[in-house]
């Protein structure tokens, strides 16, 4: 061996022994990292910069003041009370549920402002796909709220309006005259209908509240189990010319969304006039497009809907309370919000934007476990999960 060699091989060494050195020092350093670290730590998570002094001083007070983890949520008490955790931390998680590209850059809508006014006033999360519930910002200057455009939330978000302290509590049937019973929370804001009821079939507002509230795409809830009684004429049985594509996939996405995205059987969102279209009692032509593809599949003749997922593989989601079948969109979201997925679903996503990674160890997993039988047990309050996913996260 050459001497280059040589001296390579010990450079590598030496490089590889000064990253180790400084690994060990990083995980020595967070391990044991003081209360005025750890409160630092703590609101940059959840506020997105730095705390003013006087803050840090209260939260490493409330850290010492309090042993172990009831310190440290304590201090992410005080965090959640910053404006940017609103503006900034909350915003960023929210907007990408309201876009088919799941993009942050996109502007603020109702959809958003209404989950960070139901975060800010602790409400129950669980009716979040149920409730008659809009938040608008109380503001001076801002365009009127409008079921025909964005221009209210849009300004608010161009003016820099802390939502913090603007957001005001209101119902879609009295802001946008949505009869009550075409009121599904987040589902029937502007914001999820411009983005999911648009054209199509209404299939995406199904899967893509099953994304943003369940955490499961459509290829994740297969089951060719399910009976196919109910999957649209629009879905053909031998696409091809080859019936084992249907039975082996197509069915195994169909036969539990179909029955189930019939409860959205009588909206649409009209592009022209810019608003949710709701004909009561009246199936949207979107149900019966494509009925050449398979004459003999299934007509819509209503917005009822059953939930077969109850049994076969998707039971795991563990269905609890809700209906298990119903009419209306509304009785539908009391349905997914019902289940254990969903309360799995927002701690996973909570604690995925205060600790800047997924859940995967034994030792997070059992933690998001923790946090959502808390979260569950009292009352479906999200904040409560950003401060004690702030807090596991505080040395790390």
């Not at 060990?24 to 967070?30: D, G, K, S």
């Not at 503001?139 to 302290?165: F, I, R």
């Not at 649209?232 to 996405?253: E, K, M, T, Y």
Request: hydrophobic share 40%.
């Amino acid at each position: 061996m050459n001497v280059r060699n040589k001296q390579a091989q010990v450079g590598s060494r030496r490089a590889r022994r000064a990253l180790a050195a400084s690994m060990l020092f990083v995980l020595a350093t967070a391990a044991h990292a003081g209360a005025p670290e750890q409160a630092k730590r703590i609101y940059e998570r959840i506020a997105g910069e730095p705390p003013p002094p006087a803050v840090l001083t209260q939260m490493t007070a409330a850290i010492n003041g309090q042993p172990g983890q009831a310190g440290l949520v304590a201090a992410a008490a005080i965090a959640t009370q910053a404006s940017g955790f609103y503006n900034v931390t909350l915003k960023n998680m929210v907007i990408p549920w309201t876009n088919r590209d799941q993009t942050v850059f996109a502007p603020l809508n109702d959809y958003a402002a209404t989950v960070i006014g139901m975060v800010r006033d602790d409400a129950d999360f669980s009716t979040a796909l149920s409730a008659d519930v809009l938040y608008t910002v109380n503001s001076g200057g801002l365009p009127a709220v409008s079921a025909a455009n964005n221009d209210h939330y849009a300004a608010a978000e161009t003016n820099g309006v802390d939502l913090m302290s603007t957001l005001k509590k209101t119902t879609q049937s009295a802001t946008y005259g949505l009869p009550a019973e075409a009121v599904a929370g987040l589902m029937t804001t502007r914001g999820a209908a411009s983005a999911f009821f648009i054209n199509g079939t209404n299939r995406a507002m199904f899967r893509f509240t099953l994304m943003n509230h369940l955490c499961h795409d459509m290829e994740q809830v297969m089951d060719t189990t399910r009976p196919t009684d109910r999957v649209r004429q629009d879905v053909a049985r031998s696409p091809g010319g080859d019936s084992r594509i249907f039975l082996n996939q197509c069915a195994g996405c169909h036969s539990g969304m179909d029955p189930m995205a019939q409860a959205f059987a009588y909206y649409n969102f009209d592009a022209n006039a810019g608003q949710l279209v709701y004909t009561a009692g009246v199936v949207q032509p979107k149900y019966t497009i494509n009925a050449s593809n398979f004459p003999f599949g299934f007509v819509t003749p209503d917005n009822s809907w059953s939930n077969r997922w109850r049994a076969g593989p998707n039971a795991s989601f563990g269905w609890g309370s809700g209906p298990g079948s119903g009419t209306g969109a509304a009785s539908l979201g009391q349905e997914l919000a019902s289940s254990d997925m969903f309360a799995q679903c927002q701690v996973t996503k909570v604690f995925q934007a205060v600790c800047f990674r997924a859940p995967n160890s034994s030792t997070d997993q059992a933690t998001v476990s923790s946090i959502k039988a808390s979260f569950k047990a009292n009352g479906y309050k999200l904040k409560q999960v950003f401060q004690q996913s702030a807090a596991a996260c505080a040395g790390s």
